[in-house]
């Protein structure tokens, strides 16, 4: 086989070489461009609820149920909980927001004795006639008193009343979730955070 020959087969077997290569690496180079050149960034999550990062641990407080009897020490702690925060009289969007809550954790089935209902009453603690009508095995407290003011600080009060809070096992607030929006989306993100979840 002559030079001239060999030097045709090199140069199309180097072609070859860089057009693979050109497959390979040019998607590898465009995602590497789009991401920190171009400062694309993908959906960091597909929660429905607003995420908190990083986590926002509650101090825990001395608290005390509606009939007086103190708080168990593992509140928020040990399982996933549901906190709705507001005040004791329970108006129409509380009322709407405890509905939501329950049916939410009932709506869990066989997952749902790992989900636990607080309920923070930051003043007129409590309705007590309505919660054990209701919401029976909700946990109703007092957390109108200055103990409670740094746990209750935690709570983000924009449109509190129309809140649910979703606490983990290790008693960090990690997520908001709108009453006003489906409870779907709720019941959803709940699934998520159960199945991927190792405590509580």
Same mark, same amino acid.
């Given at each position: 086989?002559?030079?001239?020959?060999?030097?045709?087969?090199?140069?199309?077997?180097?072609?070859?070489?860089?057009?693979?290569? @050109?497959?390979?690496?040019?998607?590898?180079?465009?995602?590497?461009?789009?991401?920190? /050149? *171009? @400062?694309?960034?993908?959906?960091?999550?597909?929660?429905?609820?607003?995420?908190?990062?990083?986590?926002?641990?509650?101090?825990?407080?001395?608290?005390?149920?509606?009939?007086? =009897?103190?708080?168990?020490?593992?509140?928020?702690?040990? &399982?996933?909980a549901?906190?709705?925060?507001?005040?004791?009289?329970?108006?129409? *969007?509380?009322?709407?927001a405890?509905?939501?809550?329950?049916?939410?954790?009932l709506?869990?089935?066989?997952?749902?004795?790992?989900?636990?209902?607080?309920?923070? *009453?930051?003043?007129?603690?409590?309705?007590?006639?309505?919660? =054990?009508?209701?919401?029976? @095995?909700?946990?109703?407290?007092?957390?109108? /008193?200055?103990?409670?003011? =740094?746990?209750?600080?935690?709570?983000?009060?924009?449109?509190?009343?129309?809140?649910?809070?979703?606490?983990?096992?290790?008693?960090?607030?990690?997520?908001?979730?709108?009453?006003?929006?489906?409870? &779907?989306?709720?019941l959803?993100?709940?699934?998520?955070?159960l199945?991927?979840?190792?405590?509580g």
């Amino acid at each position: 086989m002559n030079t001239a020959v060999e030097s045709t087969m090199r140069k199309r077997n180097l072609r070859t070489i860089g057009l693979l290569a @050109g497959i390979f690496f040019l998607p590898l180079a465009l995602s590497f461009y789009m991401y920190y /050149g *171009a @400062g694309w960034r993908p959906a960091a999550s597909t929660a429905h609820g607003e995420l908190y990062s990083p986590a926002r641990p509650i101090p825990m407080a001395d608290l005390r149920t509606a009939k007086g =009897e103190i708080a168990p020490p593992n509140l928020l702690t040990e &399982k996933w909980a549901l906190v709705y925060v507001g005040d004791g009289v329970c108006d129409k *969007a509380c009322e709407s927001a405890l509905y939501f809550m329950r049916q939410t954790r009932l709506s869990l089935n066989n997952e749902m004795t790992r989900v636990s209902r607080v309920f923070l *009453a930051t003043a007129h603690c409590c309705n007590s006639a309505l919660l =054990e009508r209701e919401h029976p @095995g909700l946990i109703a407290l007092d957390a109108s /008193g200055p103990e409670a003011t =740094e746990m209750i600080a935690t709570f983000p009060q924009t449109d509190r009343a129309q809140s649910l809070f979703v606490v983990d096992p290790l008693g960090n607030l990690v997520m908001r979730y709108d009453t006003r929006d489906s409870p &779907k989306g709720l019941l959803d993100d709940l699934k998520k955070l159960l199945k991927l979840s190792h405590i509580g």
